[in-house]
T-cell receptor, first 110, second 117 residues
Framework: TQLLEQSPQFLSIQEGENLTVYCNSS?????LQWYRQEPGEGPVLLVT?????EVKKLKRLTFQFGDARKDSSLHITAAQPGDTGLYLC??????????FGKGTKLSVKP | DVKVTQSSRYLVKRTGEKVFLECVQD?????MFWYRQDPGLGLRLIYF???????EKGDIPEGYSVSREKKERFSLILESASTNQTSMYLC????????????????FGPGTRLTVT
């Protein structure tokens, strides 16, 4: 069974701080995605990483896919209150579905 | 922009009622999915569909059924609602591109928060 574990589960920081959240598995994934979900809304796709070692940047967000394609990280530089939300990683399952981690709930205080 | 809409944002139903949750996508996606999301349990897949009239069970199909009569519409049915089906229900869609990582990119609706009393 493919599982994705995210850490930390909760993170509360001050505006301007940097942070990293992690997504780990014992399984190899052909690709991993990161989504952000705001309260009361559906998840929104942020990025897809495909190649082992790949790094993608989205403004202040940096996503990295592990060399072995079993893990990924999301680093946010100078966090802002607008970054508050639930961050979910997801990997492709064997039937074309997605396997989701349980998420990291981020709160950025002004 | 991909748009996925769900019929209701909030719904309150009584135990034993039959409940229909509808989802419509406007991007001609082949794949559609229904999830429920509960605190501490994350997103759990209920059912998914690769094509019209096709359906596959996800991780937690018990107590649910689905219908996909048209490509753009995927309905989730609670035959006899129970209090343990109180949850946030999320619909999603994705393209099918063989051997393409973009196939896994899912686009979600805003969710339906269902309360069963």
């Amino acid at each position: 069974t493919q599982l994705l574990e995210q850490s930390p589960q909760f993170l509360s920081i001050q505006e301007g701080e940097n942070l990293t959240v992690y997504c780990n598995s014992s399984s190899v994934f052909s690709s991993l995605q990161w989504y952000r979900q705001e309260p009361g809304e559906g998840p929104v796709l942020l990025v897809t990483v495909v190649t082992g070692g790949e790094v993608k940047k989205l403004k202040r967000l940096t996503f990295q896919f592990g060399d072995a394609r079993k893990d990924s990280s999301l680093h946010i530089t100078a966090a802002q209150p607008g970054d508050t939300g639930l961050y979910l990683c997801a990997g492709g399952g064997s039937q074309g579905n997605l396997i989701f981690g349980k998420g990291t709930k981020l709160s950025v205080k002004p | 922009d991909v748009k996925v809409t769900q019929s209701s944002r909030y719904l309150v139903k009584r135990t034993g009622e039959k409940v229909f949750l509808e989802c419509v996508q406007d991007m001609d996606h082949e794949n559609m999915f229904w999830y429920r999301q509960d605190p501490g349990l994350g997103l759990r897949l209920i059912y998914f569909s690769y094509d019209v009239k096709m359906k596959e069970k996800g991780d937690i199909p018990e107590g649910y059924s689905v219908s996909r009569e048209k490509k753009e519409r995927f309905s989730l049915i609670l035959e006899s609602a129970s209090t343990n089906q109180t949850s946030m229900y999320l619909c999603a869609s994705s393209l099918w591109l063989a051997l393409n990582p973009s196939s896994y990119e899912q686009y979600f609706g805003p969710g339906t928060r269902l309360t069963v009393t």
